[in-house]
């Protein structure tokens, strides 16, 4: 009872608050301005993105969470293009094969629990030559401490942040599930805990089979 109140009413505000970091924010910034067409977001949160679209036609905007999506209210009405919200998991994506231009995820890949599940639903739905555009936290490869102490601390994680992982390996998640990059850079955010500072920014498309 206790944890369920701390989901439903605590958790999305301090999410709200911590995804509103200045380095964050900036990093939504750079993803995301030049994105044009029709946008899938994947986990849209309490719709920070939105304001760093500027030629986006319609936002599917995919948030499981109600309680979640309620913070994005006022954002969603205001939002210069219309914004549909998709109540479902990205485990289970309800569109037709090819059928996405672009796909956005923005610290997402994180909490979903079957990642690998919700990575081949976006290669399903994305055109072939359809972009995914992600920026999320990630996995030390390059400091073994750090990267001992993200395993440590990750069961922790998922109880106090609804299921985020500190150590996941995007790339290789994406690479397995037959991704190339387009782009793709790592950095280390500014005003976080050093054990979940280490970021990637990277746009994917899919490998073309024979």
């Not at 055109?127 to 440590?152: A, C, M, N, R, S």
Request: charged residues 20%; proline residues 5%; neutral net charge.
């Amino acid at each position: 009872m206790i944890y369920k109140f701390y989901q439903q009413r605590i958790f999305p505000h301090v999410l709200n608050q911590i995804m509103q970091t200045p380095s964050l924010m900036e990093s939504r910034r750079e993803l995301l301005t030049k994105i044009q067409g029709d946008v899938l977001e994947i986990g849209f949160g309490t719709g920070l993105n939105i304001p760093f679209y500027q030629a986006v036609d319609t936002l599917y905007a995919l948030e499981p969470n109600a309680d979640v999506y309620h913070l994005a209210k006022d954002r969603v009405l205001n939002a210069p293009f219309h914004v549909q919200h998709i109540q479902a998991s990205a485990e289970k994506l309800p569109f037709a094969d090819n059928s996405i231009d672009n796909i956005v995820s923005t610290w997402t890949m994180c909490s979903i629990s079957q990642l690998e599940l919700a990575i081949t639903e976006i290669y399903r739905v994305l055109k072939p030559e359809g972009i995914l555009h992600l920026v999320e936290h990630v996995q030390y490869l390059d400091h073994p401490t750090l990267k001992k102490l993200q395993d440590i601390l990750t069961p922790l994680q998922k109880v106090i942040a609804d299921g985020c992982h500190l150590n996941r390996n995007i790339e290789f998640a994406l690479l397995n599930a037959n991704f190339k990059f387009l782009e793709k850079a790592y950095f280390d955010a500014e005003g976080l805990p050093k054990v979940g500072r280490r970021m990637l920014m990277a746009r994917a498309q899919k490998m073309k089979t024979a």
